[in-house]
Nanobody, 120 residues
Framework: QVQLVESGGDLVQAGGSLRLSCAAS????????MGWYRQAPGKQRELVAT???????IYSDSAKGRFTISRDNAKNTVYLQMNSLEPEDTAVYYC??????????????WGQGTLVTVSS
């Protein structure tokens, strides 16, 4: 069984910064992509940023220039540094990972989410 545990969500004023963390644990053989998605009230879940095991990154247009995704492969952890936060960034942020487990099975795993609230 594989689990993703997020942390770092908080209430912050517009213009502030937050750093989210997501640690994967369990019977993991390897992890391919790890990323962050978010879901605001009344909206669909959307990609924020993702990174591969080779450190290639993809950002949404809203995240480019403000957010930075990074990864510590030794710790099976992915981070999201968020700067210049705006009220529109308010959402539940979910971690996502593609994980290879025993038996060469590939699983897509989601975390439970962490709430980011940006006040104006």
């Amino acid at each position: 069984q594989v689990q993703l545990v997020e942390s770092g969500g908080d209430l912050v004023q517009a213009g502030g910064s937050l750093r989210l963390s997501c640690a994967a644990s369990g019977s993991i053989f390897s992890i391919s992509a790890m990323g962050w998605y978010r879901q605001a009230p009344g909206k669909q879940r959307e990609l924020v940023a993702t990174t591969t095991s080779g450190s290639s990154t993809i950002y949404s247009d809203s995240a480019k220039g403000r957010f930075t995704i990074s990864r510590d492969n030794a710790k099976n952890t992915v981070y999201l540094q968020m700067n210049s936060l705006e009220p529109e960034d308010t959402a539940v942020y979910y971690c996502n990972a593609g994980v290879v487990v025993s038996g060469n099975r590939y699983l897509v795993v989601w975390g439970q989410g962490t709430l980011v609230t940006v006040s104006s």
